[in-house]
């Protein structure tokens, strides 16, 4: 990849380390693990998620208010009201908060409210927004499109790289395949890849991979084992009632469960988990109805 100036790894042992808050960073010893729903869809919702998950522990909360849907008559998200809810949690809970833009107009707001930046797969070869996003002094996690060469997807990185901003996270979620049973086929090579090609952070979404939430755990562990530097894993109150994706998201407490269940897989590659050291609000959390 000669066109990969910024992006190639120069030196075999140096790697990137980015800081997603002032207490969590990604590319170093510690796995970052981030959980949380598809869709922002209330308060009480994403209160349940980050009081859950802050004992797992999980070092970022996920949730989507732009959704970019097959169908125009999906639910698209709450938008700006999402927005809010999600300030409102990185704040009472002293933690990073991850979400998607999918347009140059929403970037402003977006950087405003939340901690990491996403791009979806549908959106890896948006270049205007990439390039958008170069001028942007946040993290940007950039997630691999539905059948984009890894060429492809470390030259998107390029873009935002080469216009300013070197905070990029590469996000593998699953390339599109003829099989139906999985929604996507994790292509756990291509991490390992990226990681002998590129110094930057890569993290692996088994979700949007499997597309099953019994599949989930085991392709988690899998990423970790073969180096992934994080994990954005879908999970929700009540996954049967989720307004998007709700076959993938597992329960709050089978996250707390793969969490855990990931230790020792983590030790076995030199790896760990940082436990969350922010103190919780003194405040009685709703029940998510």
Same mark, same amino acid.
């Given at each position: 990849?000669?066109? #990969?100036?910024? +992006?190639?790894?120069?030196?075999?042992?140096?790697? $990137?380390?980015?800081?997603?808050?002032? +207490?969590?960073?990604?590319?170093?010893?510690?796995?970052? &693990?981030?959980?949380?729903?598809?869709?922002? %869809?209330s308060l009480a919702q994403m209160e349940?998620? !980050?009081?859950?998950?802050?004992?797992?522990? /999980?070092?970022? &909360?996920?949730?989507?208010?732009?959704?970019?849907? +097959? $169908?125009?008559?999906?639910?698209?998200?709450?938008?700006?009201? =999402?927005l809010?809810?999600?300030? +409102? &949690?990185? @704040?009472?809970?002293?933690?990073?908060?991850?979400? %998607?833009?999918?347009?140059?107009?929403?970037? %402003? !707001?977006? #950087?405003?409210?939340?901690? /990491?930046?996403?791009? =979806? $797969?549908?959106?890896?070869?948006?270049f205007d927004l990439l390039k958008a996003l170069g001028t942007v002094d946040k993290p940007v996690i950039l997630k691999r499109g539905l059948a984009a060469t890894l060429e492809e997807f470390v030259m998107a990185a390029e873009y935002i790289l080469s216009h300013g901003?070197?905070?990029?996270?590469?996000?593998?979620?699953?390339? @599109?395949?003829?099989?139906?049973?999985? @929604?996507?086929?994790?292509?756990?090579? !291509?991490?390992?890849?990226?990681?002998?090609?590129?110094?930057?952070?890569?993290? /692996?979404?088994?979700?949007? !991979?499997?597309?099953?939430?019994?599949?989930v755990a085991d392709l988690a562990r899998g990423a970790v084992a073969c180096g992934a530097d994080g994990l954005l894993i879908e999970c929700h109150p009540e996954p049967e009632k989720s307004v998007s994706d709700a076959r993938q998201a597992l329960s709050l407490e089978d996250m707390v469960d793969l969490v855990h269940s990931l230790r020792p897989v983590a030790a076995a590659v030199g790896r760990g988990i940082a436990a969350v050291t922010a103190s919780q609000p003194s405040l009685t959390i709703p029940q998510y109805v």
């Open positions: 990849m000669k066109d #990969a100036k910024l +992006t190639a790894k120069t030196q075999q042992q140096t790697r $990137s380390q980015i800081a997603l808050s002032d +207490t969590v960073t990604i590319g170093g010893r510690d796995l970052v &693990i981030v959980g949380g729903p598809c869709a922002v %869809e349940a998620v !980050a009081e859950a998950l802050a004992v797992a522990p /999980v070092q970022g &909360i996920r949730g989507g208010v732009y959704k970019p849907r +097959t $169908s125009p008559y999906a639910f698209q998200g709450m938008g700006q009201e =999402g809010e809810i999600l300030d +409102t &949690i990185r @704040r009472r809970y002293q933690v990073p908060v991850v979400t %998607e833009v999918m347009a140059i107009a929403q970037i %402003e !707001a977006v #950087a405003a409210h939340a901690d /990491v930046l996403q791009i =979806g $797969s549908r959106n890896m070869q948006n901003n070197s905070q990029v996270i590469l996000c593998e979620r699953g390339i @599109r395949s003829f099989d139906p049973y999985t @929604r996507n086929v994790l292509d756990l090579g !291509a991490v390992v890849a990226l990681k002998q090609i590129t110094h930057l952070p890569v993290m /692996v979404d088994p979700s949007h !991979a499997a597309g099953k939430r019994e599949l």
